[in-house]
């Protein structure tokens, strides 16, 4: 159901951003957007809990947003993400939590919502190729585009043992390179 009601958001979304010639981060930023997806609220006393929702958004495009949330929840349901499923082992599950820890750093330090980048299935099928010798990236989003140059290409390189994650006084996670190199990413929220 959430992610009908995404689906929807993100084309009125599109729709509005390009009627007024506005980038579409100006009409809905991405985190409140995947927000109302997961809560899809019905009425504007439950939209102006979402946490993001300015208060200027909440009077020029609430019923709008509302509009959109009602149209997903109507809709068929979307069939799930195509893409082999990954053989999760056991072992692959650390794994796959320090990859999330990665990406996890990055949208934060771009500002998005971690949704946005990746999807924990994503990330299950990138660590299960990565272990395997030989075998192809596999052909996820997180790899491509915009993802593959915010994250995406740290992530094989850290799944290959070229990077590392540590966390710095004031527990700011820091991506290491072999050669030494460091990146601090985002502080944690609240600080």
Known sequence: ?????????????????????????????????????????TSLPGLERIRGIQPSTLRRRGDAVLAAVERGLAADPLPAADGERPDSSPPDVPVIA???????????????????????????QIVSAARRTGAPEP?????????????????????????????APGGRVVIATSDGARHAGAPPQGT
């Open 1 to 41: 159901m959430a992610r009908a009601v995404a689906r929807e958001l993100a084309a009125w979304r599109e729709r509005t951003a390009a009627a007024e010639d506005r980038p579409v981060g100006t009409v809905l930023a991405d985190a409140p957007l995947v927000e109302v997806a997961k809560r899809h609220p």
């Open 98 to 124: 320090l990859a999330e820890a990665l990406v996890r750093s990055r949208a934060l330090d771009a500002g998005l919502a971690y949704e946005l980048v990746a999807t924990r299935s994503e990330l299950a």
């Open 139 to 167: 052909s996820v989003r997180t790899l491509r585009g915009w993802r593959r140059d915010l994250v995406g290409a740290e992530l094989l390189d850290l799944l290959a043992g070229r990077r590392s994650l540590a966390v």
